[in-house]
């Protein structure tokens, strides 16, 4: 099986990928996790990547591309994979495709977990952490006995830039004008498989492979 999950900052895909590949036998490929891996190799693109990894910038989508491309290439490529994080544009979507075509795959679904955004804001924003032993807490789900101290540490916590209000809103933002793009491309391919991001993870997990069953024979 090949999937792509697609998804908002805080909908839970990098934990549904994993649970894909763990129980379905599928190659999980981040796109964290294959760009570090291509500057570990040392490949063209990769030491291409490193240069904006380590100041801290974004990786050109071009360069990106690359790096999918060259894991694909190899002898080692997957035929059986989940997508997490990739492709996040229509232009990475494109060169995706290409990629695929001349490696001769075929995708057979993409999912697109979805979740409303004040719920994922909700989420990301009531997470926060102990810097000094790392304890996470979240403000709804699992707060500290007493607000905004560590129960461990006794120290204060920290919320992190990522998780804060105005920088989730943001990724959101960004995410609907890349991503509104990318539903269109995989729903005129007949790809395309909605399932309800919320409650718990083997919940959503469940209505995944549901769906999966579902057009699977149909």
């Not at 920290?158 to 004008?177: A, K």
Request: with cysteine.
């Amino acid at each position: 099986m090949r999937l792509i999950l697609l998804g908002s900052p805080g909908s839970g895909k990098g934990t549904q990928a994993k649970l894909l590949s763990q129980r379905l036998g599928l190659v999980h490929i981040g796109t964290g996790d294959i760009l570090r891996e291509a500057v570990r190799q040392g490949t063209p693109a990769g030491r291409q990547a490193e240069i904006y990894i380590t100041s801290g910038k974004l990786v050109p989508d071009t360069l990106v591309n690359d790096i999918i491309a060259e894991r694909f290439q190899g002898d080692d490529r997957p035929e059986c994979f989940v997508m997490d994080g990739y492709p996040r544009t229509l232009a990475q979507a494109a060169s995706f495709d290409a990629v695929l075509r001349k490696q001769f795959l075929d995708l057979d679904a993409v999912i697109f977990i979805r979740v409303d955004d004040e719920k994922v804001v909700a989420r990301l924003s009531g997470r926060w952490v102990c810097p000094v032993c790392k304890t996470p807490y979240h403000l709804l789900s699992n707060p500290p006995r007493k607000p905004g101290v560590c129960d461990l540490s006794h120290g204060p916590l920290i919320q992190r830039s990522d998780d804060r209000e105005e920088t989730v809103r943001e990724r959101l933002r960004v995410y609907h004008e890349n991503t509104a793009a990318l539903v269109v491309h995989y729903r005129q391919q007949g790809l395309l498989r909605e399932v309800s991001g919320e409650g718990g993870i083997e919940e959503v997990y469940g209505r995944i492979v549901q769906e999966l069953n579902h057009h699977k024979n149909a």
